[in-house]
C-alpha cells in the first residue's frame, strides 16, 4: 500500500511519521515524493515506518512488488478464482478485501471495473443486492471499448468488425456498462 495513502488514514504527518520511527526526515519525505523508492531503502528502515504505520513490512512495500500484468491475464485469474471459489465466496472475499477500489485508487481503471462488473454480474445471478459502496465507480465507463483478444485476432483475421459487433450482442451488460466487452466467465479452463 502506498506510505502517501496510509498517512492519511493514519492522519500521520510526514514529520511525525519521521520521529516517531527514528527514520530520518530527508528519507520519508523522498519516499511520499516519490524521489526514493521503498523497495530500495534497507530492510530496517522499512521494518521503523511499518511498525510506526502498524503494517507488516510486505504490506508496506506491496505497491513495490505488485506487478501489472496484462488485462487478458487480469481476466483469466479472475474467472479462474471465480471457478476455484465459487460465486459466494468470490463475492465475499472481494467485498471484504477492497480490492476493487484499491484498484481503482491507483489507476488501474480497466482492472477496477472489471472487478465490479463480476461482483455485479455474480450478485445478479445469485439473486443478491448491489454492494452500494461501489455506486460512485459504477456509472464510471473506460473511455475505449476494450474486446476479448480472442475477438480482436478473428477480426484481424477475417478482415472484418463483424466479430466484433457479434461479441457486442452478446456482452454480459454489467461488464458493457463499463465499456468492457465479455461475454463467458465461467468457461475456463
Known amino acids: 500500500m502506498e506510505i502517501n495513502t496510509l498517512l492519511a488514514q493514519k492522519g500521520i504527518t510526514k514529520y511525525k511519521l519521521a520521529k516517531l520511527s527514528g527514520v530520518p526526515q530527508t528519507t520519508v519525505t523522498d519516499i511520499c515524493s516519490g524521489k526514493a523508492r521503498i523497495g530500495n531503502c534497507s530492510s530496517a528502515t522499512v521494518y521503523k515506518l511499518a511498525q510506526t504505520l502498524g503494517v507488516s513490512m510486505e504490506r508496506l512495500i506491496a505497491g513495490e512488488l505488485e506487478h ?3 488485462f487478458e491475464t487480469f481476466k483469466s485469474n479472475i474467472c479462474h478464482l471465480v ?3 465459487g460465486d459466494l465466496d468470490f ?3 472481494t467485498l471484504e478485501s477492497g480490492r476493487i477500489r484499491e484498484l481503482y485508487e491507483k489507476q488501474w481503471y480497466a482492472e477496477s471495473l472489471y472487478l465490479l462488473a463480476m461482483v455485479d454480474y455474480l450478485s445478479r445471478e445469485n439473486g443478491l443486492p448491489l454492494c452500494a459502496e461501489y455506486n460512485d465507480i459504477r ?8 474486446y476479448p483478444a480472442g475477438i480482436l485476432a478473428l477480426c484481424a483475421a477475417f478482415k472484418s468488425d463483424d466479430p466484433k ?5 452478446e456482452a454480459i451488460p454489467e461488464f458493457l456498462r463499463h465499456n468492457i466487452v465479455e461475454a463467458e466467465v465461467r468457461n475456463v479452463c
Do not use: A, F, N, Y
Open 83 to 85: 471457478k476455484d471459489k
Open 165 to 169: 459487433s457479434e461479441s457486442l450482442r
Open 68 to 70: 501489472r500484468s496484462s
Open 139 to 146: 456509472g464510471m465507463k473506460l473511455s475505449r471499448t476494450i
Open 91 to 93: 463475492l465475499i472475499d
